[in-house]
């Protein structure tokens, strides 16, 4: 009875809406306890509040010594590739991880941005992961960007200390951005120095 009258107090004193607020934050909170929901919830939410890159992190461009660009990682299929083999062409470095929100959360971005540059700009997506996890995320959320397999430590200019990490290189091996944490990458400042950078 007491439970009884405590609801209807409730009911009473506060309006359709903010129940149906209060309704929805208990069902978030318990989302949040179970890992089969969370990481859903969580990336939503994340990807819902991503900002565009600054063009303040696109000002100190830091050379990429030879030695970094010996450093070799795998596709999919298992073979081995070294980031050489992409010298002269403009390159998107993503090292990033199927279990971290944040890069969850920016992959709808990238996949965007690949839709629209994956023929003039060669994206790496970079993962310390098996070939069966990565693979497995990419196919059940329906992207197509090139994904690779860390099997190295990376060289120290790219051993980032947090994922994900993002790195734009110029055609002449030259770090035109670096940013740490999840961003919105189709957007236009993004895209303008894309733009610039595959014009030179």
Known sequence: MKIKKQLNNYLAKKSKISIALDIVFVLLLISLVFPTT???????????TLFAPSPEEAE???????????????TAEGESIALEDFRGEVVFLNMWATWCPPCV???PAIQKLYNQYGDQVEFLL????KAEVVNAFMNKRDFDMPVYLNSHRPPEVFNASTIPTTYILTKEGAIAMEKEGAARWNSNKVKNLLDDLIAR
């Open 126 to 129: 970079v993962s310390n992961e």
């Open 105 to 107: 959360a920016e992959m």
């Open 38 to 48: 969370r990481m859903a919830v969580v990336s939503t939410i994340q990807r819902i």
């Open 60 to 74: 100190n461009r830091i050379e990429v010594s030879e030695d970094a660009f010996q450093w070799s990682f795998r």
